[in-house]
């Protein structure tokens, strides 16, 4: 995988479908998968470092990493084989182009067809930088997509402008690094997803309560859980819910599925789960439709 460039965009996959997860399911939306992760799900560093080294995974592919295998995990990554090592640094007319070439573009612009970044990891630094020299190159090109929005600056008594785009951002994250002041103000929607620790990482590496409270600080967020059973829900409560103070209308919950098998079994189970713990019960749609969970 290439290195990071704040003047490019690192892009494992791009495509346009319906986002299949959280409160924005259902909705049209071009995914942009950035590439690299500051966790390795299921994983450890040797064992990714390994997989980097060997670039043997195929495109999509659903295995099981060392954490899983022994028992020190439930789950491994499944996107592993995208943000890992396939793709690399795009100029940012890429993105452009390819609405343009795919008739999508002024959808993507006016927001009927919301932008998700995703990955990997999009938080990391140097795709935070990348993004916002991103959108600035592209109001650049077209003014047209520049917008903003005034507030009053408690600092300075005084009203200000924060940039936004007509287009709608959001943003997947695992919560685990802050986001920028000037990310936080593009961004329309924030889905953080932070990982338990059936996802064999510590709670060091999964939790870093700056990020989680810098998250709460938006004006649309959900916390968006993977659970399989009930301690899960515990967990989630104890480490995130509580200490957080994380509105029940901000979490919602979904089974972990990677294809149909139990599809109907698991989303049943979550939405039992939703009646006893008030949270707000889903599913994953894009495996109900296409048995994938990867670029459809």
Same mark, same amino acid.
Request: one cysteine or more; hydrophobic letters at 35%; proline letters at 2%.
């Given at each position: 995988m290439s290195k990071i460039d704040p003047n490019k965009l690192l892009i494992s996959s791009d495509f346009y479908?319906?986002?299949?997860?959280?409160?924005? /399911?259902?909705?049209?939306?071009?995914?942009? @998968?950035? %590439?690299?992760?500051?966790l390795t799900c299921g994983m450890s560093r040797l064992f990714t470092n390994g997989l980097l080294k060997e670039a043997a995974l195929a495109d999509g592919e659903i295995f099981k990493g060392d954490l899983?295998?022994? %028992?020190?995990?439930?789950? /491994?990554?499944? $996107?592993?084989?995208?943000?890992?090592?396939?793709?690399?640094?795009? &100029?940012f007319q890429y993105l452009i182009d390819q609405w343009k070439e795919q008739g999508i573009y002024e959808e993507i612009k006016n927001g009927t067809i919301r932008i998700i970044w995703t990955g990997g990891e999009p938080t990391?630094?140097?795709?935070?930088?990348?993004?916002?020299? #991103?959108?600035? =190159?592209?109001? &650049?090109?077209d003014p047209s997509v520049r917008d903003f929005y005034t507030y009053f600056n408690l600092e300075t008594a005084e009203m200000s402008k924060? @940039?936004?785009?007509?287009? #709608?951002?959001?943003?997947?994250?695992?919560?685990?690094?802050?986001? %920028? &002041?000037?990310?936080?103000?593009?961004?329309?929607?924030?889905?953080?997803?932070?990982?338990?620790?059936? $996802?064999g990482m510590t709670a060091k590496?999964?939790?870093?309560?700056?990020?989680?409270?810098r998250?709460?600080?938006? $004006?649309? =967020?959900? #916390? +968006?859980?993977?659970?399989?059973?009930?301690? &899960?829900? +515990?967990e989630l409560f104890r480490d995130f819910v509580v200490p957080f103070s994380i509105p029940l209308s901000n979490v919602v919950c979904m089974p972990g599925l990677d294809s149909q098998t139990d599809f109907h079994e698991?989303?049943? #189970?979550?939405?039992?789960?939703?009646?006893?713990?008030?949270?707000?019960?889903?599913?994953?749609?894009?495996?109900?439709?296409w048995d994938k969970t990867l670029n459809v």
């Open positions: 479908s319906v986002q299949g997860e959280g409160i924005s /399911t259902g909705i049209p939306a071009y995914f942009v @998968r950035l %590439g690299n992760c500051n899983e295998l022994e %028992g020190k995990a439930t789950w /491994t990554c499944d $996107s592993t084989s995208q943000w890992l090592w396939r793709g690399g640094n795009k &100029d990391i630094k140097g795709h935070q930088e990348a993004i916002i020299n #991103f959108v600035e =190159y592209w109001t &650049d090109q924060k @940039r936004k785009t007509t287009a #709608f951002h959001e943003i997947e994250t695992n919560g685990t690094i802050a986001i %920028g &002041d000037e990310l936080l103000s593009l961004l329309d929607q924030i889905n953080c997803s932070p990982k338990l620790s059936n $996802s590496q999964r939790i870093n309560p700056e990020a989680i409270e998250i709460k600080q938006h $004006s649309n =967020y959900q #916390f +968006k859980f993977v659970i399989s059973n009930e301690e &899960d829900i +515990k698991r989303t049943q #189970f979550v939405l039992e789960m939703a009646k006893k713990y008030k949270f707000r019960g889903m599913t994953r749609l894009h495996i109900s439709a």
